[in-house]
Structures are given as C-alpha cells and as structure tokens.
C-alpha cells in the first residue's frame, strides 16, 4: 500500500488565478473525496468522485471543479481565487461502501492566496 | 450549518491520566461515528470508529462512548501518553449520502510529562 500522496504540498496564488491540486489514490481505492480545512476549523467536504463521475458535492461554489482519472487519481481546480480559499486541501480514499476507518487521507496542499 | 461539534478547543492532560474528548451531533440520522488524529502537517489519520447500533467500542487504550438520545459520544484515552499529543476530530457520516464526513472543528491535546 502507497497510501494517499497530494501534490504540491505548498503552493502560493493570487487572488483572481486558478489552480489544480493533485492527488493520487491508495492501491485499489476507487472512491476520492476531497475536504477543505481552515485554520482552525474542521474538514469540510467539497465533493466526492466514484469512478470517474462526481457523487455528492458539499456547499462550494461552481468554481471548484474536480476530476477523476481512470487510475482513481484525482484533481480539485478551483478558479478564481480569493482570500477565503486560503486553507489546506485534503484529498481521502477509499474503496466503495464504508470501511470502519472511513477514508485514508493525505497529508494535504497548504494552500495560500495573496 | 454545523451539524458535528466539539465545544472543547483544548485539553491539557497529565500523562498517565484519563483523556477524555466530547463531541455533539445534530443529525440523528447519522450512521457512523469516527475519531481521526492529526499531526501537524501530516493528513488526519482514523484512530477508532462505532456503528450507531452499538453504544461503546474498544480498542487498546482507546474506548468510544455513543449516547444516541443525547446525540453525544466521547472518546477515552487511558493511559495518555506524550504521543498522544495531537488535533483529535469527531466525525459523522450518513450511509444514505454514501458516507460523506461532517467533522467537527477538533480538539487539541496536549499531555503533560
């Protein structure tokens, strides 16, 4: 087991880019979801991908957009950025249906928009 | 909307002693109960679940409570040791919404030696 890797760890914008955050899955996990933790707060879901389509979306806007590959690696996009979208992104895993663990998640992409 | 919470930011323990974590739910419906660990700069990782049909689980020094009709579960840590030390979260999920996880906002422990 690799267990779940993001890419890059940190990352610095601008207000007003877009960036793409990178994950990729655990061996035979074919569920992503992706969460966003602010400081100081918990996780909150942005959405979850099942093969390849989109399976549930929390309270984000449009502009954070996500994609699942064949390989159940995963991508968050998030467009226009602003201030607020300052947090650190956590990509989770797993396989389908529920595990006593829930998700394996990564060690996340501290992300910063100036 | 808040559904999972932990009023307690911070606990300071002495080492050997009982920890004890409390965290409220709103949703009744929830399914299952997760406590996650996390180190700074490292991804949460599972520590210990329970099913909403039973009412404690436990696993080494780690044990959950689940009181469904207060909407309340704990988590003890006994003995606390300095590894311990860590952002511990409550987590909720609904197998109806394919188990998605509402956290609540964590609570830091820090255990004395």
């Known amino acids: 087991e690799t267990g779940v890797t993001q890419s890059p760890t940190h990352l610095i914008k601008t207000r007003g880019q877009q960036v793409t955050l990178r994950c990729s899955s655990q061996s035979g996990h074919n569920t992503v979801s992706w969460y966003q933790q602010a400081l100081g707060q918990g996780p909150q879901f942005i959405f979850q991908?099942?093969?390849?389509?989109?399976?549930g979306r929390g309270n984000f806007p449009p502009r954070f957009s996500g994609l699942q590959f064949p390989n159940y690696s995963s991508e968050l996009n998030v467009n226009a950025l602003e201030l607020d979208d300052s947090a650190l992104y956590l990509c989770a895993s797993s396989p389908q249906g529920w595990q006593d663990y829930g998700y394996t998640f990564g060690s996340g992409t501290r992300l910063t928009v100036v | 909307d808040q559904q999972v919470k932990q009023n307690s930011p911070s606990l300071s323990v002495q080492e050997g002693r009982i920890s004890i974590l409390n965290c409220d739910y709103t949703?009744?419906?929830?399914?299952?109960f997760l406590w996650y660990k996390k180190y700074p700069a490292e991804g949460p990782t599972f520590l210990i679940s329970?099913?909403?049909?039973?009412d404690k689980n436990e696993d080494g020094r780690f044990t959950v409570f689940l009181n469904k009709s207060a909407k309340h579960l704990s988590l003890h840590i006994v003995p606390s040791q300095p590894g311990d030390s860590a952002v511990y979260f409550c987590a909720a999920s609904l197998r109806s919404n394919d188990y998605k996880l509402s956290f609540g906002a964590g609570t830091t422990v820090t255990v004395r030696a």
């Open positions: 949703n009744s419906m929830f399914d299952y």
């Open positions: 991908y099942y093969r390849e389509e989109e399976n």
């Open positions: 329970i099913s909403s049909i039973k």
